[in-house]
């Protein structure tokens, strides 16, 4: 798993049984003296210039994605929103997850658009944003959302009843 932007979500996923390993990138030297290293990964520390949105495709926050590519799961949640969406496209695997944080926003059209017209398909969540205490929306993009999906055999389940 790869993620832009380090913290609440990343220690989360780094709970025993939900990630394997991840890999994360995180442009504030504050923030990031605050957080623990994962026992199964590690954070980043990779300043960026910028704006929440936008940023230098050829900075080394944005490129940091290649070193382990191609990755099942990418969570946008930092700087340069748009520009890291459509660079993370090239490194997601065939039937990988891209998690975008603050769809609600009027600015994440742009990102949003540019994951769309790559092809992947799109699931919204909203809900209540921990710390915030309003509706806010994060959505999955995808190419391949079936190969997340767990079969159940019905016939079997009901002989078992």
Known sequence: MFEYGAGSS????????RVAEI?????????????????SGRILYIPCQGTWWEADEAAPYVR??????????IVVDGMGRTTCARAATNYLSPS???????????????????????????????????????????SVFSRDFNSWLVTADYAEAADSR
Not at 30 to 37: D, I, N, R, T, V
């Open 10 to 17: 990343t220690s989360w996923f780094t709970q025993t049984g």
């Open 23 to 39: 890999t994360a990138v995180e442009h504030d030297p504050g923030w990031f003296a605050q957080l623990p290293q994962p026992p």
């Open 64 to 73: 940091a994605i290649a070193d382990g590519a191609p990755w099942d799961v």
């Open 96 to 138: 990988g997850l891209l998690v975008l944080d603050d769809t609600d926003s009027a600015e994440s059209v742009a990102a949003q658009a540019a994951l769309t017209s790559q092809g992947l398909g799109r699931l919204d969540f909203w809900g209540f944003k921990p710390g915030i205490g309003s509706l806010r929306c994060t």
